[in-house]
Antibody, heavy 121, light 109 residues
């Protein structure tokens, strides 16, 4: 059974970098054909796709976040991470890490429980 | 900026049928947008119900089905159950990036 667990600071100051890690168990981040993604949900609002990293390390980002965003793999720790620079209050959200299985038609199959990140001074 | 539009809210009676739709600001939604549908209940993590227009997960109840309808992606619930009351989100693919719709709050009443 694959499990994903988000970790990172729950509070980030404006203009700083939001850094989250997703630890994967029951599967390898370096195995294909999986995409490892981040999705967020602003409080009381809808979902927003942030981006993902392929098992090869290729990345795809939300164009609206692209200039501030980096998603990467750490195969030695079986983790992937999110770094979002220059945050503002608008980045306050629950952040989910999600696995996408692209062995056939791509679909998300495993989600983390989500972690709330608040941007505030 | 691409916008994906869903009905903000719908109400259906138990046992009834309801169709939720998902439109793209770029025009007609085709299978090439690989429509996904997610269900989220209060306090819970979203879960995928439908992907690539019509495919179901192993956990997707048979009463849920996906299709393309009138230039949009559609999610139809037939024989609605009280436990289907939830927020439903569609997700469309645009050349390497994905965009969520704003969600439809489905009330079973």
């Amino acid at each position: 059974q694959v499990q994903l667990l988000e970790s990172g600071p729950g509070l980030v100051k404006p203009s700083q970098t939001l850094s989250l890690t997703c630890t994967v168990s029951g599967g390898s981040v370096s195995s294909g054909p999986f995409y490892w993604s981040w999705i967020r949900q602003h409080p009381g609002k809808g979902l927003e796709w942030i981006g993902y990293v392929y098992h090869s390390g290729n990345t795809f980002y939300n164009p609206s976040l692209n200039s501030r965003l980096m998603i990467s793999l750490d195969t030695s720790k079986n983790q992937f991470s999110l770094n979002l620079r220059s945050v503002t209050a608008a980045d306050t959200a629950v952040y989910y890490c999600v696995r996408w299985d692209c062995s056939g038609a791509c679909h998300s199959d495993y989600w983390g429980q989500g972690t709330l990140v608040t941007v505030s001074s | 900026q691409t916008v994906v539009t869903q009905e903000p809210s719908l109400t259906v009676s138990p046992g009834g049928t309801v169709t939720l739709t998902c439109a793209s600001s770029t025009g007609t939604v085709t299978s090439g947008y690989y429509p996904n549908w997610f269900q989220q209940k209060p306090g819970q993590v979203p879960r995928t119900l439908i992907y690539s227009t019509t495919y179901k997960h192993s956990w997707t109840p048979a009463r849920f089905s996906g299709s393309l309808l009138g230039g949009k992606a559609a999610l139809t619930l037939s024989g609605v159950q009280p436990e289907d009351e939830a927020e439903y989100y569609c997700l469309l693919y645009y050349d390497g990036a994905w965009v969520f719709g704003g969600g439809t709050k489905l009330t079973v009443l």
